[in-house]
């Protein structure tokens, strides 16, 4: 095969663009229509902040605690196309708002949030093929953009709630809002207040009878958790902590436990998983 019928090769030559480095793959789609179409999907297939996103609607300003739109930004319906124009190629994002980006911090004001859920409403999912979302949640303001990125189309979603985050808050805003996940790995700092966390959990996974692959953090006690799981064929079932007994790191453990026959699918229990490699 010729180096030219490789590249004429529409599969091959999205392998090509997939496995090489950002700055070839921005050439690639500047080099022809058809070269952009594959580098496009590349480029914005995975996504490790959601910022880019935003900046599509309009420019992003940094205060030197966290970005947001400029007062005169004016947002176009060109903008919204914009938007849904690259939207349409995520399959993945990977948000951390505590992580830097662009040498400062992922932290975006919850007016700016509030602004894309205002440009949204009422329209169609600006992410309509979006597959995996990991959400790390550091500061309070970025609970909103779960509302307004949370779609039928995700299947696999893990969110890492940080210290002094209100997590009830953050699993009710999820509510209503989901498709049928195949995986939920949700991780909590050990200062959660257990009871209320447990009522938002319990009512979020009674939604996902589909839900084949589970991750809990080590402290939630049985009863409630095992109850909400009722009638779901899981495969895999994790929780850290191994035996998950109360100690000084774990004080608040409890052991999960259930009827040997009451997941009889399960064919992993407590054992590390990637979430990227779940069953799709």
Not at 23 to 28: E, G, K, T
Not at 115 to 142: D, G, K, M
Request: net charge neutral; with cysteine; hydrophobic share 40%.
């Amino acid at each position: 095969m010729s180096p030219q019928s490789v590249l004429d090769t529409p599969e091959l030559l999205c392998r090509i663009i997939e496995l090489a480095n950002p700055a070839v793959q921005v050439a690639a789609a500047q080099t022809c229509r058809e070269w952009n179409k594959h580098a496009i999907g590349t480029i914005w297939g995975k996504l490790s902040s959601f910022i880019p996103l935003l900046e599509l609607l309009a420019p992003l300003q940094h205060d030197g605690t966290a970005w947001e739109y400029g007062s005169d930004a004016v947002i176009k319906f060109e903008n919204w196309e914009r938007l849904q124009f690259y939207g349409q190629n995520v399959r993945s994002i990977l948000h951390d708002d505590g992580k830097r980006f662009k040498n400062d911090n992922g932290n975006v004001r919850s007016r700016t949030y509030l602004t894309l859920a205002a440009v949204v409403a009422n329209r169609a999912s600006f992410l309509p093929n979006l597959h995996t979302l990991e959400w790390t949640i550091s500061q309070a303001s970025s609970i909103p953009a779960l509302g307004v990125i949370a779609s039928p189309s995700i299947k696999h979603i893990k969110l890492i709630i940080k210290s002094d985050i209100d997590s009830s808050r953050v699993l009710n805003t999820l509510l209503g809002r989901m498709g049928d996940l195949i995986t939920v790995d949700i991780c909590l700092p050990f200062d959660t207040t257990v009871q209320t966390a447990e009522d938002s959990l319990s009512r979020f996974l009674r939604e996902q009878p589909k839900l084949s692959n589970l991750r809990l953090p080590p402290f939630f006690v049985s009863e409630k958790i095992v109850a909400s799981l009722s009638g779901m064929k899981l495969r895999r079932l994790e929780q850290p902590d191994r035996g998950n007994r109360r100690s000084q790191h774990n004080p608040l453990g409890s052991q999960l436990c259930f009827d040997s026959e009451a997941f009889s699918t399960l064919t992993s229990l407590d054992c590390d998983m990637d979430m990227t490699k779940a069953n799709t």
